[in-house]
């Protein structure tokens, strides 16, 4: 696998690749992609200790090999969004946190936050989707839920691509997949800053890479 590329586009991946810490899974892909998106569903006191506990390496891997990171902000609890925002924005020069990415929220306190986090981007889910200036554009959620509008794409700084197959999301890429996506996005799936894999599985993270770069060679 070795998806690190000189373009502006950047190739990276979730932080669940195997069952282990955020820094084992970063530390599986450090070498060959340009970054990690840190998945932080919940801010409890179990996921902050556990990032007490690997923060200094998981920089370490920013340090050595040049990964950065995106933060997937807590999908649970607005109160929480702000918790983990603060924190990893106090880390963000060493840790290099380039994005993140939020569901929309109906908190009252969520149009003024992201108005004001600028590296903050908005996520399409299936049941719904807000436009902003920083949109996330989820094939899965697109594609298996409501479509989004060109006002949103027109906003896209980083992409979720995965496989869908019989009706489910997050699979192992595939080239109808990949179509589809194409006719949504156009030529923004070849220059959007990020895309990030959204694939649980290292196998399936190996293979859907190789595909996309053989796809994306042969479309163009």
Not at 27 to 35: G, I, Y
Not at 37 to 47: G, I, K, P
Request: glycine share 2%; aromatic share 12%.
């Amino acid at each position: 696998m070795n998806a690190r590329t000189t373009e502006k586009q950047l190739i990276g991946t979730t932080s669940w690749l195997v069952p282990d810490t955020y820094y084992e899974n970063a530390r599986l892909v450090a070498q060959s992609l340009n970054f990690v998106e840190l998945l932080v569903y919940q801010w409890d006191r179990e996921t902050k200790a556990l990032f007490d506990s690997e923060k200094e390496k998981l920089i370490s891997l920013h340090e050595r090999y040049g990964l950065i990171y995106t933060v997937h902000l807590p999908t649970n609890n607005f109160d929480e969004v702000l918790k983990a925002y603060d924190y990893f924005e106090k880390l963000s020069c060493k840790l290099s946190v380039v994005n993140y990415v939020l569901h929309p929220y109906t908190d009252p306190r969520f149009d003024e936050f992201i108005n004001f986090a600028p590296k903050v981007s908005v996520e399409n889910l299936a049941e719904r989707y807000i436009v902003h200036h920083r949109t996330v554009f989820d094939v899965g959620h697109h594609s298996l839920g409501v479509n989004v509008d060109e006002s949103f794409l027109e906003n896209v700084v980083e992409i979720h691509l995965m496989g869908i197959s019989d009706r489910r999301d997050h699979v192992r890429l595939n080239t109808s997949t990949l179509e589809a996506t194409f006719k949504t996005l156009g030529h923004r799936l070849f220059t959007t800053e990020l895309i990030c894999f959204e694939i649980f599985d290292l196998r399936d993270l190996i293979e859907s890479i190789r595909l996309w770069e053989w796809w994306k060679n042969n479309v163009e």
